[in-house]
């Protein structure tokens, strides 16, 4: 299968270039050239299917004619080591729970899967290892980090603000060891992004080393999303009614590859985007332009995006047409005093807690669902990584999974460093090999 950027300036490339490489060279994002309809058999009998079987039909789809069978069925069966448990909250309303993964967030299935894939591309370039360096604000980091934890022939560096980011958080990537080390760096967000960027841009150091990013606009990062909204069809199939999905929207990447598994023919009627206060896409919804703006800090601050990167893979999905987006997909945007009083109801009255995120998808489905149709949202984080805000809210305290307080006991270890390039790349330069 080959790749078209959605701006078009370039001429398509293979897989393995577009997971590489991760942007086009016009800057683009990556898109599949063609979108296959899945065969009606396998709607039939999906219900007796497992996730990992699930999901290996749905990569075969995508990734079938680049890689061997076997090898695309480790790939998913490493990634998917965690279940996606659809919980029935209301009548109609199921959370799609996709948190069980090690960082307890629906960013470990593109992550992982990701890491596994760049790992077969190098390992069958012959390279001798890849540097993989991520900038982040807190969450991106740590899904990469125990994606790549241990995967051959690559290292990692994550890039983070100095005292800016949650204990729970931090724990996450500085804790792993192995070939994953986090540089604290004397600075902010934005620092840390300046200094992947320049690296990036330094001919000595891409002649030394090869450098890579482990972006979500990544296709290998973003086309593995579709996996789940097939898994959900198949577990709400008895239902037998009209299907909305609802996703908590910030970059869209994953809303996208919901639409893009509707596209492959999966009975999903409608899909819903919630956003919380940064509601460029709802206002694109409702007046047809679209017009970024600086992102505010809320609640669910995962989805704080004033300029979603994959709005351009929703345009390139639906051919530019405004009209045939809204017959797909409503939305809805809440703010931090309607996303607490969502988390403290649906706990007093179903006792089902509710992440941030995950409350603007419930918030959505309970106001837009019409009679006849059952609705499921992704719940996108485990509700205890945002523990003190969650328990301020519903005022009482919350369990932690083992998992989270594993890496609450682990020892930090940081490589500090100050928001210099000439420090970065040095450090850079004399990080050993590939330990
Ligand atoms: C990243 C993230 C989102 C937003 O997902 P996009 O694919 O960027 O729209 C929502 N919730 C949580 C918890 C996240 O970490």
């Excluded at 204990?167 to 060891?177: D, P, S, V």
């Excluded at 959900?232 to 869209?252: I, Q, T, W």
């Excluded at 719940?379 to 890496?407: W, Y």
Aim: aromatic fraction near 10%; hydrophobic fraction near 40%.
């Amino acid at each position: 299968m080959n790749y078209y950027s959605t701006n078009c300036r370039t001429s398509d490339v293979t897989l393995e270039e577009a997971v590489v490489k991760g942007l086009a060279a016009d800057k683009g994002l990556f898109m599949p050239r063609a979108i296959s309809l899945l065969p009606a058999k396998f709607f039939r009998e999906i219900e007796k299917l497992s996730l990992q079987e699930i999901a290996f039909e749905v990569a075969t789809a995508f990734f079938g004619e680049d890689l061997p069978s076997d090898i695309l069925r480790s790939m998913v069966d490493d990634t998917l080591n965690f279940d996606i448990p659809l919980v029935k909250v209301t009548d109609r309303i199921y959370s799609l729970e996709l948190f069980h993964g090690p960082t307890l967030a629906f960013k470990d299935v593109g992550a992982r899967f990701m890491a596994r894939m760049l790992g077969y591309f190098i390992r069958k370039e012959g390279k001798q290892g890849v540097h993989v360096l991520v900038a982040t604000s807190g969450d991106t980091g740590s899904a990469v980090a125990n994606g790549f934890l241990g995967v051959e022939g690559i290292r990692v560096h994550v890039l983070y603000p100095k005292g800016k980011v949650s204990r729970i958080q931090e724990q996450q990537f500085t804790t792993l060891g192995g070939n994953v080390t986090a540089l604290e760096v004397d600075g902010c967000f934005d620092d840390c992004q300046a200094l992947v960027k320049s690296a990036f841009m330094d001919d000595e150091l891409n002649d030394r080393l090869d450098l890579t990013s482990a972006n979500s606009i990544n296709v290998a990062r973003f086309l593995p999303q579709a996996f789940y909204y097939f898994h959900a069809y198949a577990r709400l199939k008895e239902a037998d009614a009209r299907l909305v999905a609802c996703v908590p929207s910030g970059n869209f990447g994953n809303l996208t590859a919901g639409l893009l598994a509707k596209k492959m023919g999966l009975p999903v009627d409608k899909y819903i985007a919630a956003n919380n206060r940064n509601d460029v896409f709802y206002q694109y919804l409702k007046t047809g332009r679209y017009s970024p703006r600086p992102s505010v800090a809320t609640l669910a601050n995962a989805m704080d995006v004033g300029d979603p990167s994959n709005f351009a893979r929703i345009l390139a999905l639906y051919a530019n047409s405004y009209e045939a987006i809204v017959t797909d997909v409503g939305g809805a945007a809440y703010d931090d005093a309607q996303i607490a009083e969502e988390i403290r109801t649906v706990w007093d009255r179903h006792r089902y807690l509710l992440d941030p995120h995950g409350a603007c998808g419930f918030r959505a489905l309970r106001e837009s669902l019409m009679p006849g149709e059952v609705g499921f949202f992704l719940a996108t984080a485990h509700p205890a990584k945002f523990q003190e805000k969650v328990e301020r809210i519903i005022g009482d305290s919350i369990a932690v999974p083992p998992r989270l307080q594993r890496f609450m006991q682990g020892k930090k270890r940081t490589v500090p460093i100050r928001k210099s390039f000439a420090d970065f790349k040095d450090y850079l330069l004399n990080s050993s090999g590939l330990g």
